[in-house]
């Protein structure tokens, strides 16, 4: 059954990823299984509320820049916390490539988030994340902006361009960066979320705080597996092209504190810190955590943008 905390560094193994050498737990369910992981043997670990959503969700074999794979990436155990926050439009857009176009809340103001996740139970084992991201406008669409944000503020759909997405393990970093053309590079990152608190903290270079968090979790509400399915699109250039990548996430406990008071949010020295720096956060309007949540990661695919 795979630990919930990193493994030790002998009890590793190196695995190719399109050329690339990363190491994994041994006898993880990436050692064991390399994708194809037996939802049976996921079921019993007791950390698994159920499988079902997963069994719903047949995987396809593809070919990625990190060589054969399948697609989507099952993540069994999640949680997860997001602060939204107001920030000035001209700054937002300093920060997006011209294709894409933020989404706006009022004419010069549009919405940008930290967020972090702790992935407890997943295809590629454990590992922890964290990011800067920009609420965009889904990149087909003109005008159509206020269902759009009334969506994203639900939590039912969000469109996003990611500034920064630091994660703690190598396969993550490799596969994130090389297979979806996120931002990803490894650092020493804390993640824990439970019923009663949120704290994260993200390394810098040298050891010190790039951003870190810490705050009451807001009170928590049960869903059935999958009555409540929220999707994210965040758009990445690979090569030249744009792709979008779609996650879905099966919330299974979660809650939400609007203009949150308790809550400390420490901006240090740092690739994150720089990122949210730049885009001159005004006010938290939200705080979502989910403590318990699935997810299935697709792999990016080609799209089409808006010229602007």
């Known amino acids: 059954m795979p630990s919930s905390q990193p493994q030790p560094q002998h009890d590793t193994v190196k695995v190719d990823l399109g050329g690339r050498s990363v190491t994994v737990p041994k006898g993880g369910l990436y050692d ?4 194809e992981t037996d939802l049976d043997e996921v079921a019993r670990d ?3 509320s159920g499988v079902d959503f997963f069994r719903r969700l047949p995987k396809t074999r593809v070919d990625s820049p990190i060589g054969p794979t399948l697609t989507p990436n099952f993540y069994y155990r999640i949680s ?25 809340v ?9 967020m972090f996740f702790r992935y407890d139970v ?18 087909r669409h003109g005008k159509l902006g206020f269902f759009d944000l009334v969506s994203a503020l639900k939590n039912e759909h969000l469109d996003s361009y990611v500034l920064s997405l630091p994660v703690s393990t190598d396969i993550a970093q490799v596969r994130g ?7 990803k590079w490894v650092t020493g990152l804390d993640v824990d979320i439970d019923a009663h608190r949120t704290t994260a903290r993200v390394a810098n270079d040298t050891g010190g705080v790039d951003l870190a968090l810490s705050a009451s979790t807001p009170a928590q509400n049960s869903f059935p597996s999958g009555r409540r399915v929220s999707s994210l699109t965040s758009y990445t250039a690979i090569d030249g092209a744009w792709h979008s990548t779609l996650s879905q996430t099966n919330v299974l406990s979660a809650g939400t504190a609007l203009l949150p008071r308790d809550l400390q949010l420490t901006v240090g020295q740092g690739r994150m810190a720089d990122d949210l720096r730049s885009l001159r956060p005004k006010r ?3 705080f979502d955590v ?11 695919v080609p799209t089409s943008v808006r010229t602007r």
């Open 32 to 35: 064991r299984y390399r994708m």
């Open 177 to 183: 960066h090389d297979g979806y053309g996120f931002p």
């Open 106 to 114: 009022a004419p010069g103001l549009g919405l940008v988030s930290a």
């Open 122 to 139: 997943c295809d590629i084992d454990f590992y922890t994340e964290a990011a800067v991201g920009i609420a965009v406008k889904p990149a």
């Open 46 to 48: 007791p950390r698994v």
């Open 80 to 104: 997860t916390a997001r602060l939204t926050m107001l920030a000035p439009t001209r700054a937002i857009r300093s920060r997006l490539p011209r294709e894409l176009a933020p989404l706006e």
């Open 284 to 286: 938290t309007i939200q």
């Open 290 to 300: 989910v403590t318990e949540g699935q997810l299935a990661l697709h792999m990016p």
